[in-house]
């Protein structure tokens, strides 16, 4: 499974040569251990995988009291892992390394040492939480793992040139045709069917059967339920009540996340936890509302007005319909043919906010409800800003559209109020690549070049 995080990896082992660890988050069954092992093998002489879900006795108490005799403490590594270690050119991995914080503080000293690399892996939430009586390390280094994005999923199935013609086809602004835009369309249903976690996306390579990711799926989703019991301490509640809310308020047409959908009279301060909890745990992509298309749009977020979507579409899909604990041949078969009457709109709306945060875009949108003014009545789906600031026209404004028939009141609505600070308006959709009064249309499976 050749993943675009190995390129990451390998630039931090030339560039940093052993001055840093590096400390991989992400979510759970995300790949991060298998990545991390695979990067092991192929650049390094020797490693060592210390996983803190096994580890025994025996390698605790050396990183409880060896650490200051560092001789003493790679030999007994070495030893009891029968591996070799090679100065410079080993790699020693503390996988899980949440469940044991003492050898994240241990980093410090060992990265000072200059033996050898060192990769952490593991989850945010019990990250943060398990912090308590350590030092955090400056010498440690932070990426996140994402799951497998439509290019990833596209190798996955043996096609290593389509996402290429695709970027071409976009630096260009030229349309990809009838025939190679179908085909493109075609992977990109099966990729929001299946999803990015690299089982499930195993599993349908395999079996070529929808049905069999799907459980694959929901193994996962009841992973993260039970990581909800474990480690969302005190507001477990409130963490599943909107975990199981998330695909109803999705489906809405006006998909801001409404509280008392959960709990009448509930107040965001009371959930405020639990949304954090989600988002740390990769779980979710939170969306908050800017209230002015400004460059710096953190300065006009909202936090209490906020979408919340699934970090995993083909998670989604499973969570959203599961009626009878597995989704039926028939929607997998509506959602390939473009035939679902209902909730599409959902989808498309939150793989576009995946592809975005994947692409490292803080994710804001735009809302007025104005019931005084039509003019300023308007919603836009997601803003982002470009990538060079400029005096003005530093926003893009984007729209999500999921069928071929739809409007864009509120684009044009935007785009008349805000011009001098607008950059190029886009709508995402399930069509070809054109451009009509200054609006660029670009089909979904552009979202990553924005």
């Known amino acids: 499974m050749k993943r675009k995080i ?7 082992k030339i560039n940093e040569s ?31 995988l210390v996983d803190f879900n096994k580890a025994g006795s025996e390698v605790l108490d050396l990183l409880d009291n060896s650490l200051n005799n560092l001789d003493t403490f790679f030999m007994y590594l070495s030893e009891y892992y029968s591996v070799k270690l090679i100065q ?29 690399d060192y990769i952490e892996t593991g989850s945010i939430v019990s990250i943060k939480k398990n912090v308590k009586n350590i030092i955090i390390p400056s010498e440690e280094r932070r990426i996140r793992m994402y799951p497998m994005d439509f290019e990833e999923f596209l190798w996955a199935n ?35 069917i299946v999803g990015g976690m690299p089982q499930a996306v195993i599993e349908y ?15 996962i989703l009841a992973l993260y339920r039970d990581d909800v019991a474990k480690h969302a301490n005190g507001y477990e509640k409130k963490v599943v009540g909107i975990f199981d809310e998330i695909p109803a308020q999705l489906s809405k047409h006006e998909k801001k ?19 954090f909890w989600l988002d740390d745990a990769r779980i979710v992509n939170i969306c908050y509302i800017s209230t002015e298309p400004n460059i710096g749009l953190k300065l006009n977020m909202n936090r209490l007005t906020l979408k919340c979507y699934m970090g995993d579409t083909g998670l989604l899909i499973s969570h959203a319909f599961d009626e009878k604990g597995l989704v039926t041949e028939e929607i997998y078969r509506k ?10 709109g959902m989808i498309i709306e939150n793989i576009a906010a995946q592809m975005l945060v994947a692409s490292e875009h803080k994710l804001y949108f735009y809302s007025n409800s104005s019931r005084t003014d039509s003019s300023s009545r308007m919603e836009i789906d997601f803003l982002i800003s470009k990538s060079k600031v400029s005096s003005r026209h530093n926003i893009s404004p984007i729209e999500v559209k999921s069928s071929t028939n739809y409007t864009l009141s509120s684009l044009r609505k935007f785009k008349t109020k805000y011009s001098s600070q607008l950059h190029t308006p886009y709508v995402l959709h399930t069509g070809d690549l054109r451009t009509e009064e200054e609006i660029i249309f670009l089909p979904i499976y552009m979202t990553p070049f924005l």
């Open 6 to 12: 190995y390129n990451k990896l390998l630039e931090w």
């Open 18 to 48: 052993g001055k840093t660890a590096l400390l991989i988050d992400g979510a759970r069954r995300v790949g991060k251990s298998y990545i991390v092992e695979e990067f092991a093998k192929k650049e390094y002489s020797s490693y060592i």
């Open 88 to 116: 410079r050119e080993s790699l020693i991995i503390f996988d899980e390394v949440q469940l044991f914080p003492r050898a994240r503080a241990a980093i410090k000293y060992l990265v000072a040492d200059g033996r050898y």
């Open 158 to 192: 043996g096609n290593d040139t389509l996402m290429q013609i695709i970027m071409n086809h976009f630096s260009e602004m030229k349309p990809l045709g009838q025939a190679m835009h179908r085909k493109a369309m075609d992977y990109f249903r099966q990729y929001l």
């Open 205 to 219: 390579i395999t079996s070529r059967e929808f049905s069999r990711a799907d459980q694959i799926k929901r193994d």
């Open 257 to 275: 996340f409404n509280l008392s959908s959960i709990k009448k009279e509930a107040r965001f301060r009371d959930y405020e936890d639990a949304l």
């Open 335 to 344: 959602l390939l043919f473009d035939k679902l009457e209902v909730n599409k």
